[in-house]
């Protein structure tokens, strides 16, 4: 039988451990090709770029570093550099949560979705850390989780936004929501050396909402968290009452 | 009775013809303050700027400018340039669509995301034109439209993402949902002036997918399409099948 050909990328850039762990365990799975920004791409979110060319390295046999957003190497990846269309799409390990809203802001996830937009079933995986990043037993989950997918497939428009907390034992995995992070004040306010005013947006999350279900109750207990996101982000329940009203 | 405070922004940047129509048209409903990107951020997406100081710049009364994102523009307006917390943001008008997936791609839906995350009913307005931007029947909609919500308000954590076809006589408007894009062969491969190959990632849509009732079929016939847009994108009808799957 011929193997799968899987394609990871992710938004920490190609030189990221995590992105090289993750490829070391799902090489026992199948071909594996890395398609990654060639630096660090936070928060450059679901952006494709059109305003300018792209060039891809070639640095290593299967491994191509694109100088754009993840979302950019997707769509490379699958219409110039691979030999065919990827059985799979796996995506991180993110250094970090993608946990609530950072869902709509996340590289890592925009990968995912990307793939999914273009019909292949596609992981996002991110290690929920601020300090110590061992991305071995997240890697573990990851080709486990790659496995299944590859047996059953996924639903359609839907990608897996996997959530793996950084504690010694992990207490299994959960099927979650997409839980609501609660800020505190995120704008700092500072004078530059020259006296004038700037502004920093930082902040904290104060708290999270949405019940023991949700993606942050899964990893605040030790669990790895699984969210099904769908790319249809219509609220359906809300269409019927918005039809009564009087536009005219 | 106290006049609602109405906070604007946009992708396009704050000198954009859209803005400036929009902001006229609401003004007949409150005060309006305009909080913009001080250039074009076009699939800059839901970015915030955390990696380095942001400046504000007052251009006139009740208009700022911001050297950053649609996102940064909201959070900043919110937390420290606006005298009291918004009734409504509305964000447009863009020069261009926002249709099916562009929802997460969008500058000026992830404006009014920011918004809806910090529970303040929020609007996105474009234009469904390529060439011609005559911002007058859609900013005439967006101030019908806004009025409605102002007594109505909005669904949970639901946005209305509006885009209005560029049509002499619009016909009416319609509660849709998010349609899905069919791409061709979206990446042209050159060779630059030195002989080294680039890419330039471009291409058109097809066709489009999702029936009748979908954002594309709406503009299509002449009509203005109202989406409302959940923050959560849980797929919750997969939960219960993905609960069965065996992770160890």
């Not at 090289?20 to 365990?25: D, E, F, N, V």
């Not at 979705?113 to 990043?133: K, Y």
Request: hydrophobic letters at 40%; proline letters at 4%; a positive charge.
């Amino acid at each position: 039988m011929k193997r799968p050909l899987i394609l990871i990328s992710n938004d920490d850039g190609i030189r990221s451990e995590g992105i090289k762990t993750l490829r070391a365990a799902l090489e026992k799975l199948g071909v594996v090709y890395t398609v990654a920004p060639d630096r660090e791409q936070s928060a450059a979110s679901h952006s494709l770029t059109l305003h300018r060319p792209l060039r891809v390295e070639k640095i290593a046999l299967r491994e191509y570093a694109v100088d754009g957003t993840p979302t950019d190497c997707v769509t490379l990846a699958i219409n110039k550099i691979l030999p065919q269309r990827p059985t799979i799409i796996v995506s991180g390990i993110n250094k970090g949560g993608n946990l609530g809203e950072d869902i709509s802001y996340s590289g890592t996830v925009s990968a995912a979705m990307e793939g999914t937009l273009l019909g292949i079933p596609s992981i996002a995986v991110s290690l929920v850390s601020r300090e110590r990043f061992d991305f071995r037993g997240a890697a573990r989950f990851a080709a486990r989780l790659t496995g299944l997918v590859l047996v059953k497939g996924l639903p359609k428009d839907t990608l897996l936004n996997v959530n793996v907390p950084a504690v010694k034992r992990l207490k299994g995995a959960r099927i979650t929501h997409q839980g609501k992070r609660i800020f505190g004040d995120v704008v700092f306010e500072k004078v530059d050396p020259r006296g004038k005013k700037y502004f920093w947006i930082g902040g904290d999350m104060l708290r999270w909402e949405g019940g023991q279900d949700t993606d942050f109750a899964a990893v605040t207990k030790g669990c790895i968290s699984i969210t099904p996101v769908h790319l249809d982000s219509t609220n359906y329940s809300a269409i019927d009452e918005l039809k009564r009203w009087k536009f005219s």
